[in-house]
């Protein structure tokens, strides 16, 4: 029995979504939660062995959800499960140790299959988004990767305006660049983002 956490904001879909899985006889869901930080406590806890959740949730996003997840050592495989049809949010879900991703409007049968995949040490990916992910070019300069490493090491734009020999208000702008083309809402996410994908590369 493959035992599922489902994490999803709206109490409709988050019983929908139960109902979905709770019928496959090979699939078990032992807990929901309708926040990123409920979701955290119950798979340190129960610890599952596959965690389905949206990305835009209370407390923790679905990002912060899989990122803090692997940070704190949880070994369940994490599918994102959202209206977010972006390459952008694919890339990042991966990076933060998502082991699958998959649009709500999918055919039903596509989560089941996913939370079988997964368990077994595979992916789970929307193939068409995929495709266009990994055709994308990086969006970022080089200099905005430059401070988009500072930022994420948590200096000051004062800081990094010193060590990149920029204004201020320049650093301004080219966080504001980074957070739109990246998809980024928190400071949080940013930290997750390059963090795991050092980690990934080491």
Known sequence: MIR?????????????????????????????????????????????????????????????????????????????????????YLRRALDAGASGYLLKDAPSHR?????????????????????????EADPLTDRERQVLRQAAEGRSGAEIAADLDLSEGTVKVHVHNIFRKLGITTRGELMALVAYADADRA
Do not use: K, Y
């Open 4 to 88: 599922v956490l489902v994490a999803e904001d709206q109490a409709m879909v988050l019983g929908a979504l139960a109902a979905l899985i709770d019928i496959e006889q090979d699939l078990e869901v032992v807990a929901q939660a309708r926040s990123g930080d409920a979701a955290l406590e119950a798979a340190l806890s129960l610890n599952p062995d596959v965690v389905v959740t949206d990305i835009e949730m209370p407390g923790l996003s679905g990002l912060e959800l899989a990122a803090e997840a692997r940070r704190r050592g949880v070994t369940a495989r994490i599918i994102i499960l959202t209206t977010f049809a972006r390459p952008g």
């Open 111 to 135: 989560l089941a299959e996913a939370i079988r995949r997964v368990h077994a040490g595979g992916r789970a990916v929307d193939p068409e988004l995929a495709a266009e992910a990994w055709s």
